[in-house]
């Protein structure tokens, strides 16, 4: 980041005389706090002869880079080991403030099915409009999109929950070893394991969960320039999307015992599946989980993943010329961005649209190119996912829906 020489003289001063060094840092355009961040007093940088100096900003997850963790858990929740594992970071400024899940909370907002508000969006075509709007003209247009922007942060929760349910991470359970493994891997892996994302926000909460259910940001794209309120410079996105049909898994095995006091070596295995598709993505080693909710969450979140890596890349806006700049300036991880089958109408490229989950955020600020944001973006499926999964005793081959059912008897 560009800064001013008296800046960096600042910032090289605070260091020297009072030894503070990875101090958060929250970085604000236009008055709206953009993301937070630490520095390296190391990497302030001046050039002679010029009025302008650099620092590094980082993001607060580095600090885990900087220790290494020793541990085997046999089993351990996800909580455990994610407290574990920040409790050992080196942090004296409080970069990252405590952990906080993603979890059934969100289930509770106000959600119904608004699809026929996507579809009115989708079809705003001439011969989608009614006799009555048509001769209305722009006002009534105007009105209906109003509607759809109302109405879609509730849609969007509604479908986050229908591809994904909600995360009840502490209590999953799993194994893992670690052997001086810096913290940010290994943080990475308890996460990955149960198809989970850890991102800090700017109080410095550390999130685990799926971003797309913790934020209700939308950026809706209409394809109409005369309607947008943001301009798009680049649409840089895959066509089409992932072929894969259906994600299959099992767990690891468990001794449970049941009602009549026999016991069972039980083991979960899970499939989800979603529309049309020719290839199935299967595991031929176990995932490290023993829960059926748990490696349910895991298939649909495979599956997720690989549409995201088919239909993926990047949208560029220009941030001066839309109208809109605050909800630019709060675009994050996990925030939608909705484009309508419309744009390929109004764009020299071949595209498509559809709904995409923001990955990577690039704020580009200079006089030559103004202000420029780069979301990385990969899209969520068309349709709708579905999963189911069971219990499975190892020895006599016998399915239970769940571990309640074996414990019965």
């Known amino acids: 980041m560009k800064i001013s020489r008296e800046a960096a003289a600042l910032l090289v001063d605070r260091h020297e005389e009072e030894g503070l060094e990875y101090e958060p840092v929250i970085i604000s355009v236009g008055g709206v706090d953009q993301g937070r961040y630490v520095y390296d007093p190391e990497e302030v940088r001046t050039v002679q002869g010029d009025q302008q100096a650099w620092v590094t900003l980082s993001d607060p997850l580095t600090r885990l880079n900087r220790t290494t963790i020793t541990q085997v858990w046999d089993s351990v929740t996800v909580d455990d080991a994610i407290q574990k594992i920040v409790g050992m970071i080196d942090d004296p400024h409080n970069a990252i403030t405590r952990v906080d899940y993603i979890d059934e909370g969100v289930e509770g907002a106000d959600s119904f099915n608004n699809r026929a508000i996507i579809n009115q969006l989708v079809n705003l075509s001439e011969d989608a409009m009614t006799t009555a709007e048509r001769t209305q003209g722009s006002n009534s247009r105007l009105s209906r999109l109003r509607r759809f922007v109302e109405n879609y942060n509730v849609w969007k929760i509604e479908t986050a929950m229908d591809l994904m349910p909600y995360v009840d991470a502490p209590d999953y359970q799993g194994g893992f070893e670690f052997e001086d493994t810096p913290l940010l891997d290994a943080l990475f892996q308890v996460c990955n394991e149960f198809g989970l994302v850890p991102w800090v926000k700017t109080d410095g909460t550390l999130w685990i969960g799926l971003p797309e259910l913790a934020d209700t940001r939308v950026i809706p794209i209409y394809g109409d320039p005369s309607i947008d309120k943001y301009v798009i410079q680049q649409y840089n996105v895959t066509r089409g999307h992932s072929h894969a049909h259906k994600v299959t898994a099992r767990g690891s095995s468990w001794r449970y015992r049941s009602a009549d006091r026999s016991t069972a070596n039980l083991y979960p295995e899970a499939e989800a599946w979603v529309g049309d598709g020719d290839k199935v993505i299967s595991f031929d080693e176990p995932i490290r989980v023993r829960s059926a909710t748990a490696l349910e969450r895991y298939v649909r979140g495979v599956l997720i993943n690989e549409y995201a890596r088919y239909k993926n890349g990047n949208i560029v806006f220009n941030g001066i010329a839309s109208t809109d ?50 979301a990385t973006v990969g899209g969520l499926p068309d349709g709708d996912i579905q999963s189911k999964a069971v219990m499975v005793d190892r020895r006599r081959d016998i399915v239970y829906d769940s571990i309640a059912d074996f414990v019965e008897g």
């Open 325 to 374: 700049s605050v909800h630019l300036v709060e675009l994050g991880i996990g925030d939608s961005i909705f484009v309508s089958p419309q744009i390929e109408q109004h764009c020299d490229d071949n595209v498509d649209g559809g709904h995409f989950v923001v990955n990577e955020i690039q704020h580009d600020i200079n006089t030559r190119v103004g202000w420029q944001i780069t």
